[in-house]
């Protein structure tokens, strides 16, 4: 798949202040980002860029980071999070193209929950609902993470709205969140 979107590297290069965020053009894009880009804007034609999560950092780290590009927001860049509230490919349900297990249920009306309230702390410490819950929606939390960079870079002045709610096998939530009201740019 190839989705050549012209870069936006003013934009990029003024994410922040943050010197560990450098560019690198050596990637195209991932697949967390082609894959919504595409259906949104399918002439590509669109300025886009993305940033990759940074796994030596923590949860309450990558929400600090989503504060660090609120400024691109406030510029009315579009931020855009990929990724799935419940991300679980092992427990995967070929038999319930559109059901749920219980635990995947229960994290994703957990993270709901959370969004409603802008509680980003609830959201920056997961594991709090429960190591195992965590582990058993997330085996591996980059498909989490994007949501902690969009919740940055809101306030408690933002609407949510969930265009999309449901699952997909038992165990991938596919629950869109967008943030934003008439007062602001969405993103």
């Known amino acids: 798949m190839q989705y050549p979107a012209p870069g936006a590297p003013d934009e990029a290069a003024n994410i922040g202040s943050n010197p560990e965020i450098v560019p690198d053009e050596t990637w195209g894009f991932d697949h967390g980002a082609w ?3 595409r259906h949104m804007y399918p002439k590509a034609d669109v300025p886009a860029f993305q940033l990759s999560l940074d796994k030596r950092r923590g949860f309450k780290e990558h929400l600090e980071l989503g504060h660090e590009i609120k400024n691109l ?3 009315g860049v579009l931020i855009l999070g990929s990724g799935n509230i419940v991300h679980n490919l092992r427990h995967v349900d070929w038999d319930s193209p559109h059901g749920a297990y219980d635990w ?3 994290f994703d009306l957990k993270v709901k929950s959370a ?4 509680d980003t702390v609830a959201l920056a410490q997961p594991q709090k609902w429960g190591e195992a819950l965590l582990a058993t929606a997330h085996p591996t939390v980059e498909h989490y993470l994007p949501l902690l960079y969009c919740m940055g870079s809101t306030d408690e002045a ?3 709205s969930y265009p999309y709610e449901g699952f997909d096998y038992g165990s991938i939530s596919m629950r869109a969140v967008l943030f934003g009201n008439a007062t602001n740019k969405q993103k």
Request: glycine share 0%; aromatic share 0%; no cysteine.
């Open 158 to 160: 933002d609407s949510v």
């Open 104 to 106: 995947a249920r229960e």
């Open 73 to 75: 927001r406030e510029r």
């Open 115 to 118: 969004v409603d309230e802008h």
């Open 35 to 37: 894959s919504v880009l």
